[in-house]
């Protein structure tokens, strides 16, 4: 029976003796057609909840990991997945029908889907925990000693849940969460000997972060402008870019411009001000460092793994895309990245999963750093480690359950079956006023009509994610598939082009308005008016 109420030493001890059987499993767990095991994913993202309400339909992003679905391609596994709110149907349907080989229905009877009916704010790993009837229902649709945990990252919320049910988490230890914050980031990479921006230690207080400023600018007398970052903010979000120029050279004074200074800062979040930003300050810390100019610049990242067994792994390579008002949140990526400087991620990457290996951690990470171009060559710098799964992460394992390929570690390549190089460019802030009022159901007759789904037998196309989002905040995700880089990027355009002009006939007013007869929106809208042409065109 599972665990309902455990002593915090013995929470610990008994997660960490839950930790070593990964190592008995890994080989299986490993094999995505070979093993048989049940997969509890819990898709929670456990991190600031005031920092996350800056994100337009975060609620909706536990559905980023319904790639895991393709799992189910191996007839022996069984997949539980748990949500805050039921997933529409259509959704569900749109993910097992990319399976290959595999009856709908077998898909179907492995999968089981449970939801908190919770809608408020709080994470998903705390309604769970919440409720433990829920808890009972899980553990007895788990075969235990076959059974493991996933989640988008590990906190001591997923700790204790894997404790309570009494398997095993794929991911780190959360008493090493340090090392994937801005502050543990720039720690480490001292200690490794990998470049990386000037900056401050840890601070807690307006007042200290003041005097980091200042004493950064006494250390970079030629910089211009320094970037200020909320030690867990995510996605970019927590950011915010500070003027240091013409500062006075006289510390007494230049204190009190900074501190003007910093109630001036161009915040890289919607809506985010001073105050508050100030606010969460003495709650998550903050860091300043100094921001990487440059006419050419790129924001280049590598994602690795780190297995139980201790060895390190690159999984991926690409350009992020990142927008705001200075290019510092995340919007999206391309894969790989440019091979001008990919093998030199690889390598950097290795060396931080080495340091992060002996101290214990596990799991996927990713290090996102800056490149310039400057003298003929890309100079790159980390900015920062992230202990957890990422937006680069779900667009990696769709292609590679898709493709059932490989990652080349020579060329930083991923082969399909097939033998051809893929590339993709992918998305999960595809957002346009236009999309607002658009259901699941239309999406998927938008997707069949303009023949938009991934073609199993060219190995290109696209698949959608975040459908959730786009009723309510007109916001989609999406992966880009394609044989070479333009093929990728001009397949993402030519579904940007057609979701545009689909809500441009939304938009009208009236749902057939410019709609050929035989559009399946303007074909069932007819159906639901009841007009009695509808027999008739629907025989035709």
């Not at 899980?138 to 493991?148: G, H, K, T, V």
């Not at 240091?244 to 001000?273: C, H, I, T």
């Not at 710098?381 to 680069?392: F, H, M, V, Y």
């Not at 749902?511 to 008739?536: L, V």
Request: glycine share 8%; net charge negative; with cysteine.
């Amino acid at each position: 029976m599972f665990s309902a109420s455990i002593p915090e030493s013995e929470l610990q001890e008994r997660f960490r003796s839950l930790q070593k059987q990964l190592r008995d499993r890994w080989q299986t767990i490993d094999q995505f057609d070979q093993d048989d095991n049940d997969i509890l994913v819990v898709p929670s993202i456990t991190l600031d909840q005031r920092e996350l309400k800056k994100i337009a339909g975060v609620h909706h992003y536990e559905e980023r990991n319904l790639y895991s679905l393709i799992r189910l391609r191996n007839p022996r596994t069984r997949l539980i997945y748990v949500t805050s709110q039921p997933l529409h149907p259509s959704t569900i349907d749109y993910y097992l029908q990319l399976l290959p080989g595999i009856p709908f229905s077998h898909a179907r009877d492995r999968l089981l889907l449970f939801s908190t009916y919770d809608s408020s704010p709080q994470p998903l790993t705390q309604k769970i925990l919440d409720r433990p009837r829920l808890i009972e229902r899980i553990w007895r649709a788990l075969r235990p000693e076959q059974s493991y945990m996933v989640c988008f990252n590990a906190t001591p919320l997923e700790r204790e849940l894997s404790v309570r049910l009494g398997i095993p988490l794929l991911a780190l230890d959360p008493d090493l969460l340090y090392w994937g914050t801005k502050a543990g980031s720039r720690q480490l990479f001292s200690d490794c000997g990998i470049p990386h921006p000037p900056g401050s230690a840890l601070v807690h207080s307006v007042e200290d972060l003041t005097q980091a400023v200042s004493e950064l600018c006494d250390r970079q007398p030629q910089a211009q402008r320094f970037v200020v970052k909320l030690n867990e903010g995510f996605s970019g979000e927590g950011n915010a870019l500070l003027d240091v120029s013409g500062l006075s050279d006289s510390p007494p004074q230049r204190l009190d411009q900074v501190g003007d200074r910093l109630s001036q800062m161009r915040f890289q979040a919607n809506e985010e001000q001073w105050p508050s930003f100030a606010s969460r300050i003495p709650e998550l810390g903050a860091i300043v460092e100094l921001y990487i100019e440059g006419q050419e610049k790129r924001s280049p990242s590598v994602q690795c793994r780190i297995t139980p067994e201790g060895t390190v792994e690159v999984l991926s390579t690409h350009d992020q895309l990142l927008g705001g008002p200075d290019r510092q949140v995340y919007l999206g990526c391309v894969f790989p990245a440019d091979t001008d400087y990919r093998i030199r991620l690889q390598e950097l990457g290795l060396r931080v999963g080495a340091a992060l290996a002996e101290k214990g951690c596990l799991e996927r990470f990713g290090v996102d750093f800056i490149a310039v171009h400057q003298a003929g060559d890309w100079q790159l710098q980390a900015i920062e480690i992230n202990l957890r799964k990422g937006g680069t992460t779900h667009p990696f394992m769709e292609l590679k359950l898709l493709t059932k390929g490989y990652y080349d570690l020579d060329s930083g390549l991923f082969y399909s079956q097939q033998g051809r190089a893929k590339f993709y460019r992918a998305s999960d802030n595809l957002q346009n006023s236009l999309y607002r009022g658009l259901l699941p159901n239309d999406l998927m007759e938008i997707i069949a009509y303009h023949q938009l789904h991934f073609d199993s037998s060219t190995e290109t196309g696209t698949l959608f994610h975040l459908m959730g989002c786009l009723s309510q905040f007109g916001k989609l995700g999406l992966t880009s598939i394609g044989n070479s880089r333009q093929e990728a990027d001009e397949i993402y355009q030519n579904v940007v082009d057609i979701l545009d002009a689909e809500g441009r006939r939304y938009s009208k007013g009236n749902r057939e308005a410019n709609m050929p007869p035989n559009h399946p929106i303007a074909w069932r809208g007819r159906m639901e008016a009841g007009n009695p042409k509808f027999r008739e065109d629907r025989e035709k």
